[in-house]
């Protein structure tokens, strides 16, 4: 695998390094690249923790008014592409 040069702050840096000295302690050996590699690997399969935390809310997936639209939509009944806007945009 080609690696990709990746700017990161160096705050960054430096939690990277703590967190795979105190990996060491407890004798789990592993790259950096690999702790980052884990780290997205947790994320991908925990996403929906991951975007509360991002958002910082505390709410759950069925509570986002997005989640809401998407598994109880509106029906508009027969319309076009005005109508649709509308319902959208709030406006024509």
Partial sequence: MIGVPVRIHSRTKE?????QSRLRLRELKITQQELIDNAIEYVRVREDDFMRFLTKADVSP????????????????????KKVDEYLYGGT
């Fill in 15 to 19: 939690m990277i390094e703590k967190l």
């Fill in 62 to 81: 069925e509570e986002d008014p997005l989640w809401k639209l998407i598994h109880d939509p509106i029906d508009m009944g027969k319309t076009d592409a």
